[in-house]
């Protein structure tokens, strides 16, 4: 979807914003008619010595300032809404976009999706707001040159000579215009990102003494950004000062003329009058046209930035979950509209939570390397050779264990689709998952990484995912939550308890209380799925003991807990245990069974405690 398509989606999606300008648009360029007719009855009516109807003309253009000015008003109210629908929707389809986005994708730096949710779709809602109003202007020009053409057609057609001028200047500009508004842009997204990763490590910098390095590294930034704008600012103003010398001097021409055949009698005062009024619209038109042509080659820049934004393929392409909804229209990142309710939902995920009796892992073939996005230590060691096959049942704890880099975390990510796979399947009750990204989340699946993002809210906030007053009525639901995850005790003694702000990445939180409120959402939202990473490894005997209690009332309430780590509190406490060693799974039976015999886990259960 190109600018254009994406303007007509939005026209169909919000036709009302639309209408309603476009309307009111109409009104205010039809009524500029009228003065010019009024003036040219004037001016005949003085030449004539009609004083009668020369102070009718009078009162009528008193009459129509008056009313002219409310047109103007609701006008002016009317576009604004429209600039800000518009802007709003293009937030909102980034956001939609980088949230429908595959989990296992590269995520884009914080600094640079904020310098383009904040630049550019304001470019984008301008160019709608212009064009509407052209649209208008467009149908008065029309008019006004029907109406000039039956009093001269040869000087109306010098009048049309300055859009003429202004396409040719326009297409001559557009390769120039492209490149100074993609530099300017990058080179602000560039200064506002190194801001974000600086603020976000303060303390790091601070701590190696690198204050003025960062300082002085900001200044090139912005020295960069500064020199890029103003080369894009000055061609902006110096190819708009030349559709408004155009547009002036085609008026002059236009006007001398005028002059010319009214002094030979051809031309009455009034009809020199009309001309002149007219030619002033006509003239804007021109540079105002000239100036929607410019702003359509920015906003095709602002168009691609957002189209790499939202994550697809070939730039300037929106993604199907970002496209501008109807009031009330629920978010579908489906693009394939022939297939079935059933692969539908097993691609994109469903509704409601789908209970849950058997999963299993068949044949499925890992790729090495990193784990995605986030991945740790433990993740980049599980070989594309190593086929995994599991069956797990609802209503159990299943422990994956293993040595520090064994391929626990890689093994739960690949589970979850956060790591992909190059063959085999995931059978949720027998039947292939054909997208394991979008398919294991809520409310199939909850999942609580080794590093926990939390947001920059209370921890109420953090729990429900929903912040705002609506999350007043589930504060039972949450403190369940948050004694379930072994965190109210820590919770009680801050002075907000659970309406305590986390700070920016839960920086006023311990470790081990970040990874226990992660687990607190995830046991809140619940699910027929608990994928827990290493949960337990911050946590002191009596806390995992009391964290692991909670699993297992899921697991008996019928969810099925995946669960890793080395600790013995939870081996003790699994109905299975996967046992994993250089990426390949060794076993997977009970704790008795695996003692007995002389494998990986005997080694690691006489090992001194460690943490992962």
């Not at 390397?369 to 986030?374: I, L, N, Q």
């Not at 520090?404 to 039947?431: D, F, Q």
Request: hydrophobic share 50%.
């Amino acid at each position: 979807m190109n600018v254009l398509g994406y303007l007509r989606t939005f026209v169909r999606a919000r036709p009302g914003v639309v209408i309603l300008s476009l309307l009111l648009w109409l009104a205010q360029s039809l009524a500029e008619l009228a003065p010019g007719l009024i003036v040219r009855r004037f001016f005949d009516a003085l030449q004539q010595q009609a004083f009668a109807q020369a102070t009718q003309s009078v009162l009528l253009l008193l009459a129509f300032a008056a009313g002219f000015a409310g047109i103007v008003m609701a006008t002016a109210v009317a576009s604004a809404r429209l600039r800000f629908h518009v802007a709003n929707a293009l937030r909102r389809g980034i956001l939609q976009a980088i949230l429908h986005r595959s989990p296992g994708a590269a995520q884009p730096s914080v600094g640079a999706a904020l310098a383009t949710a904040r630049d550019d779709p304001p470019a984008l809602a301008e160019v709608v707001a212009v064009a509407v109003d052209q649209v208008s202007i467009v149908i008065f020009i029309v008019v006004a040159l029907a109406l000039m053409a039956r009093i001269d057609p040869l000087i109306t057609a010098v009048a049309v000579a300055p859009v003429v001028v202004v396409l040719v200047l326009s297409q001559l500009t557009r390769r120039r215009v492209d490149h100074l508004r993609t530099r300017s842009r990058q080179a602000a997204a560039d200064a506002a990102g190194f801001m974000v990763n600086t603020l976000s490590a303060w303390q790091t910098i601070q701590l190696g003494g690198a204050q003025e390095a960062a300082a002085a590294r900001l200044a090139r930034l912005d020295a960069e950004r500064g020199r890029w704008a103003i080369r894009d600012q000055l061609l902006d103003r110096s190819i708009r000062a030349a559709f408004a010398a155009t547009s002036t001097i085609g008026s002059g021409l236009v006007l001398a003329v005028a002059g010319g055949a009214m002094q030979a009698g051809e031309f009455s005062v009034g009809d020199f009058a009309l001309f002149a009024y007219y030619l002033t619209f006509l003239g804007e038109f021109s540079a105002e046209f000239g100036g929607l042509l410019l702003q359509y080659r920015q906003a095709r820049v602002s168009w691609r930035r957002i189209g790499r934004l939202s994550g697809v393929v070939q730039p300037g392409h929106w993604h199907a979950a970002a496209r501008p909804l109807r009031g009330g229209e629920p978010v579908s990142v489906s693009s394939n509209r022939r297939s079935s309710r059933r692969d539908r939902s097993r691609s994109h995920g469903p509704a409601r939570p789908v209970p849950l009796r058997e999963l299993q892992l068949r044949n499925l073939r890992i790729q090495g390397g990193a784990g995605g996005p986030g991945s740790t230590q433990d993740a980049p060691v599980l070989p594309v050779a190593g086929a995994v096959n599991l069956t797990l049942r609802a209503g159990e704890i299943v422990a994956v264990t293993g040595r520090v880099g064994a391929g626990k975390t890689t093994l739960l990510k690949a589970l979850v689709g956060l790591t992909p796979v190059s063959g085999g399947a995931i059978l949720w009750n027998g039947e292939p998952v054909r997208d394991p990204a979008a398919w294991f989340r809520y409310p199939v699946c909850t999942y609580v990484p080794q590093e926990p993002h939390l947001l920059s809210v209370s921890i109420r906030d953090n729990v429900v995912l929903e912040p705002g007053p609506g999350t007043a009525g589930r504060a039972e639901a949450v403190d369940a939550a948050l004694q379930a995850a072994a965190l109210a005790r820590d919770v009680a003694r801050l002075p907000r308890g659970a309406e305590t702000v986390v700070g920016t990445a839960g920086m006023k939180l311990s470790g081990g209380q970040r990874q226990r409120l992660a687990s607190a959402r995830a046991f809140f939202h619940g699910a027929p799925l608990v994928v827990l990473d290493d949960p337990c490894s911050a946590l002191d005997p009596a806390t995992e003991r009391e964290y692991l209690a909670h699993v297992r009332r899921m697991a008996h309430a019928g969810a099925l807990c995946v669960v890793s780590g080395t600790g013995k509190a939870l081996l003790r406490a699994a109905d299975r245990i996967v046992v994993l060693r250089h990426g390949d799974i060794e076993a997977v039976a009970t704790l008795p069974e695996l003692l007995a015999g002389d494998g990986e886990l005997t080694a690691l259960w006489d090992s001194p405690p460690h943490r992962t």
